[in-house]
């Protein structure tokens, strides 16, 4: 079965600068990655996914991941961080039908 | 368009109780999956359900109940509660094409925080 970790628990950056959240799959077919974010209190929102094809995906809010199958890892950047984007991130992996996600990184935006 | 809306918001209940937390969706989607959100595990699956009348066990299923007799409808049962179903519940639903293999994006409700004493 396929699986998502995500190595960091928390990061602080600051505000206007570059945000690189990480995340490691297990070994698989091609795998279905997506990234999701979620805000306090709020459910989580759909950012970007992968499923084939160009391995640098856009997505919204000015985020993108790049997949790269000789590190197993499909990463989440963003060039210049807003106050906004505080909130927790979720990895995923589509796995035998079922969307698993990792343990999240929550990300803290500093003045 | 609600979107996925999840009842009740709050719920606090004693060992041995039972309830139900409802979810509904008004976006024709025929995937619908209930997770719980705890600190430091991320989310994991309950149950998920690719069409009306269709229902599977995702990875923590112990203690919960689901059956799906329309396509809007989607309701967590629990049981018997007990502390350890102390969470946070998301009902998500899918347009996913693909058979059900739970590749669509996911629209996640807001949430039900229950509590069990």
């Known amino acids: 079965a396929q699986s998502v970790t995500q190595p960091d628990i928390h990061i602080t950056v600051s505000e206007g600068a570059s945000l690189e959240l990480r995340c490691n799959y297990s070994?698989?077919?091609?795998?279905?990655l997506f990234w999701y974010v979620q805000s306090p209190g709020q459910g989580l929102q759909l950012l970007l996914k992968?499923?084939?094809?160009?391995?640098l995906v856009q997505g919204i809010k000015g985020f993108e991941a790049e997949f790269k199958r000789s590190q197993s890892s499909f990463n989440l950047r963003k060039p210049s961080v807003h106050w906004s984007d505080a909130a927790e991130y979720f990895c995923?992996?589509?796995?035998?039908?079922?969307?698993?996600f990792g343990a999240g990184t929550t990300v803290t935006v500093r003045a | 368009n609600a979107g996925v809306t999840q009842t009740p918001k709050f719920q606090v209940l004693k060992t041995g109780q039972s309830m139900t937390l409802q979810c509904a969706q008004d976006?024709?989607?025929?995937?619908m999956s209930w997770y719980r959100q705890d600190p430091g595990m991320g989310l994991r699956l309950i149950h998920y359900s690719v069409g009306a009348g269709i229902t599977d066990q995702g990875e923590v299923p112990n203690g919960y109940n689901v059956s799906r007799s329309t396509t809007e409808d989607f309701p967590l049962r629990l049981l018997s509660a007990a502390p350890s179903q102390t969470s946070v519940y998301f009902c998500a639903s899918s347009y996913d094409s693909s058979g059900g293999r739970g590749t669509g994006e996911l629209f996640f409700g807001e949430g039900s925080r229950l509590t069990v004493l």
């Open positions: 992968y499923f084939s094809g160009d391995t």
């Open positions: 995923a992996v589509v796995n035998d039908y079922k969307l698993s």
């Open positions: 070994y698989g077919a091609t795998p279905y």
């Open positions: 976006m024709n989607h025929e995937y």
